[in-house]
């Protein structure tokens, strides 16, 4: 499953390396390409590094997470690592320039490492974990400076899980600030 989930990232990241040099034939945004960081309220990321691309000649936009979230609780340390990837496609919403929503839908993984502050067993909730998530948001490239600011909504739906304790559909709100270029 590592082999997957490392060729998965490779992938992806060869690929949102080509968005970066799209045409400008087609401006689907105020911007093509945006790198930044996301806050999320999600089981697995309370903040990311993410990176925004345009596809070249459309509306469409591939928005890529890698994240982390420590926590405690009960006696257990956490930490999870995530990556998500979701399309995206966009809408303007005039007449205020730079200002969009989107729709889209992406893949979450991630893996949590869970520690016992007493020595116990801490297997039952450590491990890898995948889902899948529609999202929605607003998008707003400011005018004069190279920002664009994002808020979305990612309702995940688990279908790889560390255990079958918790319930693993919940819902994440996140809100973006990324550098555009």
């Known amino acids: 499953m590592k082999k997957l989930f490392s060729s998965v990232i490779v992938m992806l990241v060869i690929s949102a390396a080509g968005f970066s040099q799209t045409s400008s034939s087609y401006r689907g945004s105020d911007y093509q390409t945006s790198v930044g960081i996301r806050f999320g309220t999600g089981?697995?990321?309370?903040?990311?590094a993410s990176f925004k691309g345009f596809l070249a000649g459309t509306p469409g936009a591939l928005e890529l997470n890698l994240g982390f979230r420590p926590d405690s609780y009960y006696g257990y340390d956490?930490?999870?690592?995530?990556?998500?990837?979701?399309?995206?496609?966009?809408?303007?919403?005039?007449?205020v320039p730079g200002f969009k929503w989107?729709?889209?839908?992406?893949?979450?993984?991630?893996?949590?490492?869970?520690?016992?502050?007493?020595?116990?067993?801490?297997?039952?909730?450590?491990g890898f974990g995948m889902g899948i998530f529609p999202t929605g948001g607003v998008d707003y490239k400011f005018a004069n400076i190279p920002l664009a600011v994002t808020a979305d909504l990612r309702p995940t739906i688990g279908f790889i899980r560390p255990n079958d304790y918790y319930n693993y559909t919940y819902v994440s709100f996140g809100v973006s600030a990324r550098y555009t270029f």
């Open 78 to 95: 956490a930490l999870s690592v995530s990556f998500q990837a979701a399309y995206e496609y966009h809408f303007n919403i005039r007449p």
């Open 102 to 126: 989107f729709i889209g839908g992406g893949l979450s993984f991630y893996n949590t490492s869970l520690t016992n502050k007493s020595n116990a067993d801490n297997s039952y909730n450590s």
């Open 43 to 48: 089981y697995y990321d309370a903040v990311s």
